[in-house]
Structures are given as structure tokens and as C-alpha cells.
């Protein structure tokens, strides 16, 4: 108990000295922005003559309107020496756990740069081109894909409203005014005097919140690794769709070859029971053993029939990841190749740059991280510039002229100087939600290594067990064989036979299933060790923060 009050102590006294640490940061800052002050009130002043509109006379006597540039160039300097502070902690990234290499590694071979299967479709490695053709659909039609596209394009579009905060906002308007006065008003009283008053006020104005301690700033640097992190869900989403299809590929295969034995097993049983019911014209063998025979025989042709009803729900799986209905999709029958592709690993370092689930957690911890900069910006003064500019005039409509101009101009701060804590639960909550993504990115790694070593684990294991499931399958045949043989000359009763035969279907059956296993599991281990994705994928910071535009980007239709 001591030495947990001992650490919440040092806990509570670490997170004061940041927050000290962030206000000292900014102390220069500060400071600058105090020195520029007054040449702020300068700038201002000046801009009040003219900064808005400047009245030349020319040498025709005619006025025109020229913008200054250097009041403007004054004002920029002006907002950039006012936000070149950034408070809240710089983002590293956090370790992980990684071991110095997988324990289920033997026997395999450690990938090298010219091995392909982390360069191009992953898939290619099974060779069928019934697959090839399939696979790439899913990246174009699958639903599922299309919303996580669709969510990336949003978390762009929030990168494209924070940056509007770093740009002042601007507003005009145009007003018309027409008033009438009665005739015992005084104002309208005189020999000349209309009842009638229009007036004109055409107008604009602006105001601007400079980012002096890089709030905004921050805002966006989560923006835009929310952004890289939706990037990476999208890749994720790819891949899932893509192996839960290579999945059902081979289990539809699998079933194939199931149908196939099992056809191949109805004959041999059909031949069976031809031998049989020869036997029992002639007198040899009783009715028993005939029903005996067509029972294995109709069982058999029982479970072949079912085999559709598992084909049937794999092809429309399939039909529904590559967003088509069931109805469009028809997939010829293939039988499941004998053996899977050979899968080099990488080291388990590299494994933190190949998978897009970890490549998302690990933004995940800039995004809020940047936001503890967020909470901590709200200990700031808030400073705003604003102006604004109009014209009046009962006799143009257009009244563009220095005697008839209306101006302001103005900044202004405010500080809460008493919030009853809230802004220091604020930051808490910031960095507890940061330590959050922290542990969420070590689990993420850790699962990813887990999956790795269970596939490794399951491809070592199902290859031995395939081997002796092929071993048990030869020796059924020889002793199905052989009793066939003694049957015939009546050595063996049926039952003996019967057995035998009934030991063979399930020994191969047997096999059948380790074999689509070690598919599944080839599949599964390509998709832990990323499917040949690579971090530098990832749209930068530099590509994702340029998008800045005035309208639209998206079509209005999807």
C-alpha cells in the first residue's frame, strides 16, 4: 500500500511538472507575442487610414481604390510570429514487445527481399487462375471495402475543416434601406425637403483567430493520423475480405473432392453390392447381407447429396464478398490441390511495418496524443483579430467612395482564470485516452505475433498429420483390397469387408480434412504476416494535408 501511494505521488507530481514544463515551453512565445504588441496597435492604426482601401487622386482628378501591401505584408509577419508555438507533448512513438524471432520458426525459411510474396497479389502463390480472377473483385465490389473507402474520404475531409481554422473568415453584404417621413416630422419641415430616404450599405468583414499556441495545429495532426489510421482500416478491411474469400475458396474445393470421393466410394460400393447379391441368386449368403451392403451404400449416397447443400452456401459467400448476388455467380468444380505453397516469414521486427491492424493502432497513439496538445492549449488566452468595412450613401447605389466609408478595427483576448478544474481533467482525460491507445498498440502487436505462431505452429503440425492421415489411407486401400480378395473366396464374412471399406472412407475423409486445413491455415498465416502490405502504403502527412480546397471534392452522386 505504501508503495502504491508512493507511485500515484510521483504519478500526480510527473503530470504537474508537464504541465509546467508545457507552460515554460511556451514562455518565449508569449513574450513575443507581448513585444508585438504594440507594433500590433501600429499596424492596426495604420490599417485604419488605409490598410482596407487607399483614396489616390490622380492627375485626372478621378479616385481609385488600390489594396496596400504593405500594411497586409505587416499583418502576416504579424500572425506568423504570433503562432509559431505548438504546446503539448511531440509525439514518439511507444515500444512494443518483439521477440528476436518466432519460436515456431523451424524448419522454415526466413524471407528474403527477392521472395514475391510480399510484392503483388499475395494469392498469386496458389497458381489458380479461377482465384486470381476472384481475388481482385473484392477490392472493387465488396461492400464492406467500399464503406471503409468511403470512411477514409471523411477523415480527409475533417483534415479539410480543421485547416479552415488557420485562415481568417470573411463576409459581405448589400442592404438597401428606403424610409418615408411624414409631413409634420420635423426632419422633413423645408421648402425642398423629400419625405423619401434610401440608403445604401454595401459592406464587408472579416475576422481572424490566430493559432498562436497551436491548438489548430494540433487538431490537425490528430486529423491527419486519424486519417493514416482509416487508411490503414481500409487496407485491413481489403485484406480480411480477400482471405475470408481464400477461405471459402478452398472449403468449396474441399467440398468438391469430398463429392469426388465419395462418387468414387458409391462405385466400389456399388461393386459391392453386385458381388453381393450374385452371391445370394446363388444361394451362398442371405438376404441380411445384401441389405447390409445397400445400407453403407445409401448412407454414402446420403452424405454426397449433402455436399451440395455446403457447395451451394460457399459459392454464394463467395458471390456476396465480390458484391454480386448469389444468382450471378456460378463456380466451376475444381478438386483441392495436394499441397500449399511454401510461405517465406520475415523476422518478427518487421512484422510492426507489415500489417495494416498494427500500422492503424500506431496512429491511433499520434491522433491522441496530438489531442493532449489540444487540452493543454485551452490554458491559453484566446486572441482575435476582426475588422470590418461599409459604405453609406442616399444617393448611389454603388457608393464606393472615402466619404462615404464606414470602418472598424479590432483585437481582442480572453482567459478563463477560474474553471473549477476543468481544464486539468481535460488534460488528464487527453492522456488517459493516449495511455489507452498505448496498451490497445502493445496488444495489437502481441495478437499479431500470437496469430503467426499458431499458423506456424498449425502448418508444421497438419503437414506431419497430413503425411500419416496419407500413410493411413494407403493401408486402408491394401486392406480393403486384400479382403475383397478373401471375401470373393469366402476366407472374410461381409461384416469383416464392410468394416474395412467403412474404415477406408473415413481415413480418407481424414486426410481430406488436414489437407483443408493446411489450406485454411496458409491463408490465415499470409494474412497474419500482412499479405505483402507495407507501411509506406500509408498516405503521408504531406499527401493528406494538401488536399485543402474551397469546394467540394467528392461527386454528389455515389
Not at 481500409?234 to 478452398?250: D, E, G, H, P, R
Not at 441389405?291 to 459459392?315: G, I, K, S
Not at 500489417?355 to 499520434?366: K, S, T, V, W
Request: charged residues 15%.
Amino acid at each position: 500500500m505504501v508503495a502504491d501511494s508512493q507511485g500515484a505521488e510521483r504519478g500526480v507530481h510527473s503530470n504537474r511538472a508537464a504541465v509546467l514544463r508545457s507552460v515554460f515551453d511556451c514562455r518565449q512565445c508569449f513574450i513575443s507575442s507581448v513585444a508585438t504588441s504594440r507594433i500590433t496597435a501600429g499596424v492596426w492604426r495604420y490599417w485604419g487610414v488605409g490598410v482596407l482601401i487607399r483614396l489616390v487622386i490622380t492627375r485626372r482628378g478621378r479616385a481609385t481604390i488600390r489594396p496596400l501591401l504593405r500594411p497586409m505584408i505587416l499583418a502576416v509577419l504579424l500572425g506568423a510570429s504570433l503562432a509559431g508555438c505548438m504546446v503539448g507533448p511531440d509525439y514518439v512513438r511507444a515500444p512494443a514487445p518483439v521477440p528476436g524471432q518466432y519460436k515456431e520458426m523451424k524448419g522454415w525459411k526466413v524471407a528474403t527481399p527477392s521472395d514475391t510474396v510480399d510484392r503483388g497479389p499475395w494469392w498469386s502463390v496458389y497458381k489458380d487462375k479461377r482465384l486470381d480472377e476472384l481475388l481482385p473483385q473484392v477490392e472493387i465490389s465488396n461492400q464492406n471495402v467500399n464503406a471503409a473507402a468511403a470512411a477514409y474520404e471523411q477523415a480527409r475531409a475533417i483534415i479539410r475543416e480543421a485547416q479552415a481554422s488557420l485562415f481568417p473568415t470573411l463576409t459581405g453584404g448589400y442592404s438597401v434601406t428606403r424610409s418615408y417621413a411624414g409631413p409634420n416630422v420635423p426632419a422633413t419641415v423645408g421648402q425642398g425637403v423629400s419625405p423619401y430616404t434610401t440608403i445604401y450599405n454595401p459592406q464587408a468583414a472579416g475576422s481572424w483567430a490566430p493559432d498562436v499556441w497551436g491548438k489548430v495545429r494540433r487538431q490537425i495532426e490528430s486529423n491527419v493520423a486519424a486519417a493514416q489510421v482509416s487508411a490503414a482500416d481500409l487496407a485491413n478491411a481489403k485484406l480480411s475480405a480477400q482471405a475470408t474469400l481464400a477461405v471459402a475458396y478452398f472449403n468449396l474445393a474441399t467440398t468438391d473432392s469430398l463429392r469426388a470421393l465419395l462418387d468414387k466410394t458409391i462405385a466400389d460400393y456399388k461393386r459391392t453390392l453386385e458381388i453381393v447379391r450374385n452371391q445370394h441368386t446363388t444361394g451362398v449368403v442371405s438376404h441380411a447381407d445384401e441389405d447390409a451392403v445397400n445400407t453403407q451404400l445409401l448412407n454414402t449416397q446420403a452424405m454426397a447429396t449433402n455436399t451440395a447443400l455446403q457447395r451451394a452456401q460457399f459459392e454464394h459467400a463467395i458471390a456476396v464478398l465480390i458484391g454480386r448476388p448469389p444468382a450471378e455467380l456460378t463456380i466451376a468444380r475444381r478438386l483441392l490441390a495436394q499441397r500449399i505453397p511454401t510461405t517465406p516469414v520475415t523476422v518478427p521486427s518487421l512484422l510492426l511495418e507489415r500489417r495494416p491492424d498494427i500500422a492503424a493502432a500506431e496512429r491511433q497513439m499520434q491522433e491522441q496524443n496530438a489531442l493532449i496538445g489540444v487540452a493543454v492549449a485551452a490554458y491559453y488566452p484566446n486572441i482575435s483579430l476582426n475588422g470590418a468595412i461599409g459604405f453609406s450613401s442616399s444617393i448611389a447605389p454603388l457608393p464606393f467612395n472615402v466619404a462615404n466609408t464606414v470602418w472598424s478595427l479590432g483585437a481582442g483576448a480572453s482567459e478563463t482564470l477560474f474553471d473549477g478544474g476543468l481544464r486539468g481533467a481535460q488534460v488528464d482525460a487527453a492522456r488517459a485516452v493516449y495511455w489507452q491507445s498505448v496498451a490497445n498498440y502493445r496488444q495489437t502487436v502481441l495478437g499479431a505475433f500470437q496469430q503467426v505462431e499458431d499458423q506456424l505452429a498449425a502448418i508444421r503440425i497438419l503437414t506431419q498429420q497430413l503425411k500419416e492421415a496419407n500413410d493411413a489411407v494407403s493401408s486402408a486401400r491394401r486392406w480393403v483390397s486384400s479382403y475383397m480378395d478373401q471375401y470373393r473366396i469366402g476366407v472374410v464374412d461381409l461384416t469383416t469387408l464392410l468394416y474395412a471399406q467403412s474404415t477406408l472412407l473415413s481415413s480418407e475423409q481424414s486426410a481430406l480434412a488436414v489437407r483443408q486445413s493446411l489450406f485454411v491455415a496458409s491463408v490465415i498465416l499470409i494474412e497474419a504476416l500482412g499479405g505483402g502490405w507495407d507501411v509506406s502504403q500509408l498516405p503521408t502527412q504531406a499527401e493528406l494535408v494538401k488536399g485543402f480546397s474551397l469546394l467540394p471534392q467528392l461527386p454528389a452522386l455515389y
